[in-house]
């Protein structure tokens, strides 16, 4: 293979992958350039002795199309995530077990937070998911953070919390983080708030046998040999009349097009010549990724279960806002996984790693009782450490991101274009919406070349 | 001069010039890596045949001691900004004429403008310019911008267009992009918003003669020879028990500590060896810069002052927001600058220099007279075009980001310490809080070597 192919894509994350396999189904050369030692990008499974963890994105469900499709062709299996039995509230400094997706508040906070749910999905209709800037009022709702809406919305404080819970493990970023117009966005993009939120119906419905990162791989093996070249991080992009020359330490490529794959805020690490226009500049200053924790314990046996607890437990206080079951199809071992979310992670990061475990298995304990305290096995990790990531799980806008700079996004600047899973209009922040990403920047290249 | 030194300052702006300066004071070796073929970071004083125009930071004003003070110790000279006679208003589609400080609009809108203003500055006051979390109500303010204050307390839409636009030229953002608890910060780190606002009193009431460049100009060449490396841009910064290893594309430079004195959104394009802790990349994620294009129209003569006009305007359509006379101290030429900022600097970027010159001169003409249509000359510029900027006046806190990471600001890691006007506690912003900014970086490493 010569140095130089039709297209250049930087990233073997979801988005790149597809984008590959989309362009040489077409017929056109390719070549992915990966800084990293492996693909799938955010997505990332640990294997162990006998069992293996989703340490990055890990759930799929309804209306993700395109990943079930990808899924589907590559014969991969997928499970449901369990939830059979009680969920866990620990609120106000006591735990309350409760079946279905009513949590044991008093009526009033109860319909606060159910008023407060169906508004913003009966907002989020309203939103233009190709160029959020046009939305009817997009510079009303963009001007204030979801954090504002919701003190607005909710009168009482416990239902400001759950609702604040729930938003913390969707956008793994604080309320007052995010802009209202980009929460209403991407709850369209996702379906609605409920599908965000949930497991059964939602978006944790269900998980990949063999773990999320199994699709990638086969995504990867399906290619051409030597379509990935790996641990080689692109330093700087050069265009000219010839196309673009993609730049490494050791490395020189030449292509006519090549597709940016990685978070925005990381394209900054990318020297460009010419340089980047000055929105664009501006625009990427404007897009942080999330702050999480994923924090896993394991166990002999998923003994929460035999208690009928599903795993399913949220919090108002401690490190660990939710958590999840995610214990092996056939429940050979118990894995408790919890989430350490926005400002909660960035106090997390600052505690040593025995600190960590002890912190978080006071809360597995005071959950699910005594025999979490004591696992088999305990590992964290932090996508904020990741110099590939920069965050977890996207890229979020903040207030006045979207309506001054928004159609900046996607718009590819000569030879260069834009995907990854902040680029997409549908499942924005998911791997579905990375998959469609990439499908989506092929296919601006096929109409050219 | 070997390949070693004490320190090694990245970044040639007045922040790094003055810690540099202090440091020599102190008997340390110094060598400042700049990747511009200049001094002044921000600050660029553009020379022609017979004038000279101040493309970036320009004026200073009481309370800004420590540009004062090195004003008097490179005996360089200050004049006041002109504001003889009457500033201009167009409000609601009308031309207004008016001395002083109080607009000609309604009583109500004005009670209502006066009470927002005289509110911000009682609140500001209660913010701890040190470390603004611990604020009081710190989480509220941050979880709100401006914006929605604005809202919350003006009830006249000419009052809050008028303090928007107010809000604008301080920030070189929409309201919508700044924090409550940042807005309350910067008020009381510039003393006031009169202060910040305002020509006498105020942080425009001065211009250098010669040009703002001047200063890092006379700073520089007060320096050792060869203290300074011009066009050696920074790509990696590795440290280790000896210290640091500053490396570019032809050097490579070692010394005990490193002073990184640049925009926070800039320390992205450095590769750092060990990364960077995960926080402090969360951090300059969440600190984009301002936007701002200055447009300046050189005439025969400041032709505006015949007519008893200041040469102030402050527009709530088109273009450009506000208008300084800039003129040379003595009246020699007209110079007229508008600044276009926030939303309209990014819609101005799309459009062409001719353009550009046409919509100026057409704003000018409104505000001024046939006059402003035919000037001698006429030049703009964008500092989001400035690789080694990212925009200006200065970095930004959107909501969520001094309560949840401010304290990682400042934070040295190791050996590497953080200057620059983004990490000033009084007139951060301004040229002013860059020359503390340096003092005060240079102060941390004196206290350990």
């Not at 620990?90 to 044991?104: A, D, E, F, S």
């Not at 199994?214 to 080689?232: G, Q, S, W, Y």
Request: aromatic share 10%.
């Amino acid at each position: 293979m010569n140095n130089s192919t039709d297209v250049i894509i930087v990233g073997a994350g979801f988005a790149g992958l597809t984008a590959a396999k989309a362009l040489l189904q077409a017929g056109k050369t390719v070549r992915i350039l990966e800084a990293r030692s492996r693909v799938g990008g955010r997505v990332h499974t640990e294997h162990f002795a006998d069992f293996y963890l989703d340490m990055g994105g890990t759930w799929v469900g309804p209306s993700q199309d395109r990943v079930y499709a990808m899924l589907k062709e590559y014969q991969l299996v997928t499970f449901p995530t369990y939830d059979e039995g009680k969920s866990t509230l620990m609120m106000n400094g006591k735990r309350r077990n409760y079946k279905g997706l009513i949590p044991p508040l008093p009526i009033p906070a109860l319909l606060s937070l159910d008023f407060a749910i169906k508004k913003i999905n009966k907002l989020s209709k309203t939103v233009d998911l190709a160029s959020p800037w046009n939305t009817p009022n997009a510079q009303h709702w963009d001007s204030m953070t979801l954090q504002t809406w919701m003190n607005q919305q909710m009168r009482f404080k416990t239902a400001r919390k759950l609702f604040g819970i729930a938003s913390e493990a969707i956008w793994a970023a604080h309320p007052n983080e995010v802009s209202m117009l980009h929460a209403l966005f991407y709850t369209k993009s996702g379906r609605d708030f409920d599908t965000l939120m949930n497991v059964k119906n939602g978006a944790q419905e269900e998980r990949i046998l063999g773990g999320a990162q199994t699709l990638a791989l086969k995504i990867a093996d399906d290619l051409p040999e030597n379509t990935i070249l790996l641990n080689h991080r692109v330093d700087s992009i050069v265009q000219d009349e010839q196309g673009v020359e993609v730049i490494g330490k050791d490395f020189h490529y030449h292509a006519s097009k090549v597709i940016v794959a990685i978070p925005p805020t990381l394209t900054h690490k990318i020297q460009f010549s010419p340089a980047l226009p000055a929105n664009r500049q501006q625009l990427v200053q404007r897009i942080p990724m999330g702050s999480v924790w994923k924090c896993y314990a394991v166990y002999e046996k998923p003994f929460w279960r035999a208690k009928e607890l599903n795993g399913l437990a949220a919090s108002d206080e401690g490190y660990v806002s939710v958590t999840f079951d995610n214990s092996p199809k056939d429940g050979s071992k118990g894995i408790m996984m919890g989430f350490v979310l926005a400002n909660q992670a960035k106090a997390f990061s600052l505690l040593s790693e025995a600190q960590r475990k002890e912190v978080v298995l006071k809360q597995f304990t005071q959950f699910f009782g005594e025999e979490a305290q004591t696992p088999l096995f305990y590992v964290d990790k932090s996508w904020a450490e990741e110099e590939f990531s920069g965050g977890c799980y996207a890229g979020l806008m903040p207030t006045g991101a979207w309506t001054s700079l928004g159609k900046h996004l996607r718009e590819p600047i000569k030879n260069i274009h834009w995907a990854g899973t902040e680029t997409a209009e549908i499942w924005n922040g998911y791997i579905d919406g990375a998959i469609r990403s990439g499908e989506r920047a092929a296919d601006e290249i096929l109409e050219k070349i």
